[in-house]
């Protein structure tokens, strides 16, 4: 099978920087199987490429390659890291972006040289590329920088259980149906309180009518706030941040 690189920024496709960071993977590891995940992370957003990194990672087959790139530190002290993690490779910035990878025991990571030549303000070309053309190519991940111990930054506060057992979460992201999906695992039954009012969690969509709020847990066992057939960030003013509530039923 070809080695298979993936791709996921937040370049979009209006200019040219993926299609530079392509040339240099193809040039480098010419037999990889090149997957574009999306470029349309919003500029800057880390912390939803990072639940994007999450939902696919571990969805392809070992070996894979991950180059995830939404690195608004790019030139400074951050690290460049490389990671391996049950059978895959992970390579970006050290600014959380890696972390579902990272959090896993077993997980290795190096820290890759910056060459003196990089531009400092396209790592992705000059110095993340090239290391996820290496993997591809089966060099081994030891060889490409120095180990580092857990160089994990973690951009979500966890969920708190407060006494009465009611557990006090927060919007972590907006997807693009405005869905409110919050860093509430496993709440499957009860009600959430969100933007002032409480709203049934349900098994899906369907189960209320439209135009109607509900909580249902998603794909990634998170739960997500969502109004049917429309918007919640819209209809409930549900931005990152907001504070949500559950009630276990």
């Given at each position: 099978m070809r080695p298979i690189i993936t791709l996921l920024t937040d370049f979009g496709t209006a200019d040219g920087y993926v299609a530079e960071m392509k040339g240099v993977l193809f040039s480098l590891a010419p037999d990889s199987e090149i997957v574009d995940l999306s470029h349309d992370i919003p500029a800057h957003d880390v912390e939803l490429a990072r639940l994007t990194v999450a939902r696919y990672w571990r969805r392809f087959p070992s070996g894979a390659v991950h180059l995830a790139l939404v690195d608004p530190g790019v030139g400074t002290a951050r690290a460049c890291l490389a990671v391996e993690s049950e059978g895959r490779y992970l390579v970006g910035p050290d600014n959380g972006v890696l972390s579902p990878a990272l959090l896993l025991p077993g997980a290795r990571a190096v820290a890759l040289p910056v060459p003196p030549t990089a531009a400092r303000t396209f790592h992705g070309r000059d110095v993340f590329a090239p290391a996820a053309a290496a993997l591809a190519m089966g060099q081994v991940l030891?060889?490409?920088?120095?180990?580092?111990?857990?160089?994990?930054?973690?951009?979500?506060?966890?969920?708190?259980?407060?006494?009465?057992?009611?557990?006090?979460?927060?919007?972590?992201?907006?997807?693009?149906?405005?869905?409110?999906?919050?860093?509430?695992?496993?709440?499957?039954?009860?009600?959430?309180?969100?933007?002032?009012?409480?709203?049934?969690?349900?098994?899906?969509?369907?189960?209320?009518?439209?135009?109607?709020?509900?909580?249902?847990?998603?794909?990634?066992?998170?739960?997500?706030?969502?109004?049917?057939?429309?918007?919640?960030?819209?209809?409930?003013?549900?931005?990152?941040?907001?504070?949500?509530?559950?009630?276990?039923?």
């Open positions: 030891d060889s490409l920088g120095v180990a580092v111990d857990a160089p994990l930054v973690r951009r979500t506060k966890e969920a708190v259980r407060r006494e009465d057992g009611a557990v006090v979460g927060e919007v972590i992201a907006i997807d693009r149906f405005g869905n409110a999906i919050t860093n509430l695992l496993g709440a499957r039954s009860g009600v959430v309180a969100a933007a002032g009012r409480p709203i049934p969690i349900r098994g899906t969509y369907a189960d209320v009518a439209p135009g109607a709020p509900v909580a249902i847990s998603g794909s990634t066992g998170l739960l997500e706030i969502a109004v049917r057939e429309g918007s919640a960030a819209a209809s409930l003013g549900l931005v990152r941040g907001a504070a949500v509530v559950w009630y276990r039923g």
